[in-house]
């Protein structure tokens, strides 16, 4: 993921990049300071966690994450062990004077209690979630810009939600270039064949 990212950072910073020449070349920025943060829905709080350099006016980027049960830090219950891969970019980042904004998704972690019927949450209402983060981000004059960044299907998450708020800029990390239903499908293929087919059929009707 960090191979490029310098790549990411440069896209992030825009315009001001000459003000950050010596970042981008390697100088660091010392103990970025880590608030817990939350938006509140109709249906309970979202938690997350913004990360902010000792930098004046830094820019921000929103860090959405990926399908499934995947936390702030881009932890899943399902995988066999942690790998913390959002929260070492928000650091990364931070490193080189860019503050960030990441969230457990409603339904996990500490923002379980969002939920209140799992069939209630739609990717309308992860859009409309990532939207109420950016919105606050805007009006935070500590902030220099506003960026998004989505990682697999928190890509076309964030997509849509910097485009509905205005956001300065939008980064997808490995989001899919197909159909939600053809992903899902080859997801779902190398589970038992019962689960595989009852999605088959179930998209097939619609």
Do not use: C
């Not at 006016?57 to 881009?74: C, E, K």
């Not at 979630?129 to 009006?139: G, H, R």
């Amino acid at each position: 993921m960090f191979l490029h990212l310098h790549r990411l950072i440069a896209l992030l910073i825009g315009p001001i990049a000459p003000a950050f020449s010596l970042l981008i070349a390697g100088a660091t920025i010392p103990g970025p300071e880590s608030t817990a943060v939350h938006i509140t829905t109709p249906t309970g709080m979202i938690h997350g966690t913004q990360l902010v350099p000792k930098s004046d006016q830094p820019p921000v980027a929103l860090i959405i994450a990926g399908s499934g049960p995947t936390d702030r830090d881009g932890n899943s219950a399902v995988l066999p062990k942690p790998n913390n891969s959002l929260k070492l970019l928000a650091e990364g980042l931070a490193e080189y004077g860019i503050a960030s904004v990441r969230y457990d998704k409603r339904g996990v972690a500490e923002s379980a209690s969002a939920v209140r019927e799992e069939a209630d949450v739609t990717f309308d209402t992860l859009v409309e979630d990532a939207a109420l983060w950016v919105q606050p981000l805007q009006s935070d004059s500590r902030f220099s810009s506003v960026t998004v960044i989505g990682h697999s299907e928190g890509s076309l998450i964030g997509m849509i939600a910097a485009h509905t708020t205005g956001a300065d800029a939008f980064v997808s990390i490995a989001g899919p270039a197909r159909k939600a239903s053809e992903v899902l499908r080859d997801q779902l293929r190398p589970r038992t064949p019962p689960v595989h087919n009852q999605f088959v059929n179930a998209v097939t009707k619609l």
